[in-house]
């Protein structure tokens, strides 16, 4: 649904940029009508710009685009959450977001996932997910195996203890897998979400 730009002397309604991934907000800026069309059409975050006095797609100097996956508009139909990619740091100063915060998942998974990434350039001897890295693709593939071998026995007994910790190994040696593959847990959320829309 389109605002109610007329609701503002100046025709501008505040835009809310918020990580479609991350949800983290990025940024705030300002829509008239036509930044609101053109954002609509062209999939790409456009403002109109108060010091430019113009309509200003956000990257187009930069290259660093917002990408829209949704816009909502509030309660009241006068302000915009605008759910978007971003193609790089959002911030003029180079930072990813207005706010100086890093724009990455929060979630203790997503930590974990970086964690383990990081590992990977660790000496074998001193760090058990390193060591997994060391002895390769086959060794951290059968791990996996065993940890899942390990949750269906423990599911099938009644002990919740010990079944969440064997959920929780085998969660972990999946992220080592993942990273081992080059990948991680946004490549397989994607492949989720086609899936979903299907």
Request: net charge negative; aromatic share 8%; hydrophobic share 35%.
């Amino acid at each position: 649904m389109k605002p109610d730009f007329k609701k503002y002397d100046d025709g501008l309604a505040p835009a809310i940029i918020q990580d479609a991934n991350t949800a983290k907000v990025l940024m705030l800026g300002y829509m008239n009508s036509e930044a609101w069309d053109k954002t609509a059409k062209d999939k790409r975050v456009t403002f109109y710009s108060r010091s430019k006095k113009r309509l200003w797609t956000k990257g187009e100097e930069s290259g660093n685009y917002l990408d829209i996956t949704e816009i909502l508009t509030d309660c009241d139909n006068d302000a915009l959450l605008v759910k978007a990619v971003p193609r790089g740091p959002v911030c003029h100063t180079g930072a990813d977001t207005c706010w100086n915060e890093k724009n990455e998942n929060n979630s203790f998974i997503y930590r974990l996932e970086k964690l383990i990434k990081e590992r990977k350039a660790a000496p074998p001897d001193k760090s058990y997910t390193a060591s997994l890295f060391a002895a390769g693709i086959n060794k951290i593939a059968q791990k996996v195996g065993e940890e899942a071998t390990e949750l269906i026995i423990e599911a099938k007994d009644n002990n919740e203890e010990l079944f969440l910790n064997e959920a929780a190994d085998l969660l972990f040696h999946y992220l080592v897998l993942l990273s081992a593959k080059n990948t991680g847990l946004n490549e397989v959320e994607a492949v989720l979400e086609q899936r979903h829309k299907k």
